[in-house]
């Protein structure tokens, strides 16, 4: 079989806090060992990881590494607080196959896996890594389909991710908005998100997350501390957890 084209190409590769990723209610205080490749299936022009996520293989260094070395190399990090293998930095599922078969061989070894998405793949993408997915966060850039398209995503499909892994009683789920100035920063398109949330579960853990100049928006100011503080009290009104980030 032919890989497809990014199959065990790594530009990052780290031991990270898990609640890094962020997964902040899930296995805390562990680690996960965190490994990131180069592109991404939408452009956002706030990219917080815009130096891997922005560019193809002839913009950043890589190197090639298999399942099974990942999976060696989180078991050798055991001892200190590794717990599994996070697919993040970049956009995983770009490249969801050989996220697929390293998360199952992490299986087969003990290990977790903690998938941090755009969520904009296919539902046959989703149901073929989600018998692997411990915990995810998945990002929530905007609760309306123009701005998912000025991104050049697509929120129904973003939606359906969320709801495949809310359904599932093995994996852990957060989700994630970036508050961004002009994009995600109205009390009302935040209460919609929070509304819909919770009628998948108001357990999610929900996280507002604040924006700094980066990318296509150099020049735009960081948000508010304020504003998260009133985009957070909204959200509680319907989450349970609501949490700050970037503050």
């Known amino acids: 079989m032919v890989a497809p084209e990014g199959y065990g190409r ?27 490749s180069y592109g991404c299936n939408m452009h956002c022009p706030f990219c917080q990881n815009a130096s ?23 078991c050798g990090l055991r001892d200190r607080g590794c717990v599994g293998v996070a697919y993040t930095y970049n956009e995983p599922l770009v490249t969801w196959e050989f996220l697929r078969d390293t998360a199952a061989l992490a299986h087969e070894a003990g290990l977790v896996n903690v998938l941090v998405s755009n969520g904009f ?3 046959q993408v989703v149901e073929q890594i989600a ?14 389909a123009e701005g998912y398209r000025k991104l050049s995503g697509d929120l129904g499909t973003v939606k359906r991710t969320i709801e495949l892994l809310a359904a599932l009683p093995t ?12 994009l995600s920063d109205d009390a009302e398109q935040i209460e919609e998100m929070a509304q819909w949330l919770a009628s998948l579960d108001p357990a999610i853990p ?8 980066q990318h296509r928006m150099s020049d735009v100011p960081p948000t508010p501390i304020a504003t998260l503080h009133e985009l957070a ?15």
């Not at 852990?172 to 961004?180: G, K, P, Q, R, Y």
């Not at 507002?208 to 100049?213: A, E, I, S």
């Open 131 to 144: 018998p692997f997915v411990d915990a995810a966060n998945i990002d929530l850039k905007c609760f309306t």
């Open 10 to 36: 790594i530009t990052s590769l780290a031991l990270d806090p898990i609640e890094k990723k962020p997964i902040a209610h899930w296995k805390q205080g562990s680690t996960v060992l965190s490994l990131g």
């Open 171 to 182: 994996c852990h789920l957060e989700v994630t908005t970036l508050v961004v100035p002009g």
């Open 52 to 74: 891997i996520a922005q560019v193809d293989a002839t913009g950043v260094p890589w190197r090639e590494v298999t399942p099974e070395e990942v999976v060696h190399a989180a």
């Open 206 to 213: 929900y996280h507002l997350t604040r924006f700094f100049p």
């Open 121 to 123: 793949a296919s539902e």
């Open 233 to 247: 009290s909204v959200a509680e009104r319907h989450l349970h957890t609501v949490l700050l980030g970037n503050v």
